[in-house]
């Protein structure tokens, strides 16, 4: 055992430092390219990380492999769970824009049946990774893009839209949000959780390409080219909440009447 959990250490240190190394030569050879072409080259980077992810269980961290496995799995994320007492019905509809090939979000909460719908854009590549790696998942994931959410759902369709550290995967991650309002019903909420500057830190690899960050109060995405204040694009159509907890941006959006 101690010789497998030594293998997995030495196995993500190697997996980081390619990573960087790969990051800066990818960084060279696309410099003239827009984020959505930057974008779809990243993808076997973002496959590859979960091939890896479920053959070695979480990089040697069994509890977490466990827990994103297990169907009774609680909702944990104290915001989530705080609001979804707040609705009246005992069904609550939840979105996951860009939830990986595991969501998350937990399964149960007291009185409440959650209907969880999970998508990625990598759907596809996630069931095939899987299948390789013998897991059934509890939630399914399903192909879709959050830049076209209204394309495969309807407007008020949703309690909940929910993404974490996902959106700055994107490569338009405020028209993402801009979708995640639309398709919540009045009432409902949109629930944003990110890594502070993700980008920076990861060195703009792969699909990191956006940054999460609050700025004198106010919730702003941005890049090496551009800045974004959310709350000023949304404006008439989402009152906004951000705030940092230790290294990540939160943020809720309720939708206006």
Same mark, same amino acid.
């Not at 053959?55 to 915001?79: M, S, W």
């Not at 595991?102 to 009185?111: A, E």
């Given at each position: 055992?101690?010789?497998?959990?030594?293998?997995?250490?030495?196995?993500?240190?190697?997996?980081?430092?390619?990573?960087?190394?790969?990051?800066?030569?990818?960084?060279?050879?696309?410099?003239?390219?827009?984020?959505?072409?930057?974008?779809?080259?990243?993808?076997?980077?973002?496959?590859?990380?979960?091939?890896?992810?479920?053959?070695?269980?979480?990089?040697?961290?069994?509890?977490?492999?466990?827990?994103?496995?297990?169907?009774?799995?609680?909702?944990? $994320?104290?915001?989530?769970?705080?609001?979804?007492?707040?609705?009246?019905?005992?069904?609550?509809?939840?979105?996951?824009?860009?939830?990986?090939?595991?969501?998350?979000?937990?399964?149960?909460?007291?009185?409440?049946?959650?209907?969880?719908?999970?998508?990625?854009?990598?759907?596809?590549?996630?069931?095939?990774?899987?299948?390789?790696?013998?897991?059934?998942?509890?939630?399914?994931?399903?192909?879709?893009?959050?830049?076209?959410?209204?394309?495969?759902?309807?407007?008020?369709?949703?309690?909940?839209?929910?993404?974490?550290?996902?959106?700055?995967?994107?490569?338009?991650?405020?028209?993402?949000?801009?979708?995640?309002?639309?398709?919540?019903?009045?009432?409902?909420?949109?629930?944003?959780?990110?890594?502070?500057?993700?980008?920076?830190?990861?060195?703009?690899?792969?699909?990191?390409?956006?940054?999460?960050?609050?700025?004198?109060?106010?919730?702003?995405?941005?890049?090496?080219?551009?800045?974004?204040?959310?709350?000023?694009?949304?404006?008439?159509?989402?009152?906004?909440?951000?705030?940092?907890?230790? $290294?990540?941006?939160?943020?809720?959006?309720?939708?206006?009447?």
């Amino acid at each position: 055992m101690q010789s497998l959990r030594r293998w997995v250490r030495r196995h993500e240190r190697l997996r980081r430092l390619a990573g960087k190394l790969a990051g800066r030569v990818s960084q060279l050879r696309t410099r003239s390219l827009s984020v959505r072409e930057r974008w779809s080259r990243a993808i076997p980077y973002e496959s590859g990380f979960w091939d890896d992810w479920l053959a070695t269980k979480a990089f040697g961290n069994e509890a977490e492999y466990e827990v994103r496995l297990d169907p009774k799995l609680r909702v944990d $994320d104290p915001l989530l769970a705080e609001r979804l007492d707040e609705f009246a019905g005992p069904e609550v509809a939840i979105l996951d824009v860009g939830a990986g090939p595991l969501t998350t979000i937990g399964r149960t909460h007291p009185g409440k049946d959650l209907r969880i719908v999970a998508i990625d854009p990598l759907a596809a590549d996630y069931d095939r990774i899987l299948a390789k790696a013998g897991v059934t998942p509890p939630v399914r994931t399903i192909a879709g893009e959050g830049e076209t959410l209204l394309e495969q759902f309807d407007p008020v369709s949703f309690d909940v839209a929910y993404s974490a550290n996902a959106l700055d995967h994107c490569y338009d991650p405020l028209s993402v949000i801009s979708n995640m309002v639309e398709v919540v019903r009045p009432g409902g909420f949109v629930l944003l959780r990110h890594r502070r500057n993700e980008a920076e830190a990861k060195d703009y690899l792969g699909l990191h390409q956006w940054n999460f960050d609050i700025r004198d109060g106010r919730f702003v995405i941005w890049n090496r080219s551009s800045a974004q204040d959310v709350a000023e694009a949304l404006s008439g159509k989402a009152k906004i909440r951000a705030h940092e907890d230790a $290294d990540e941006v939160v943020c809720v959006l309720l939708r206006s009447e």
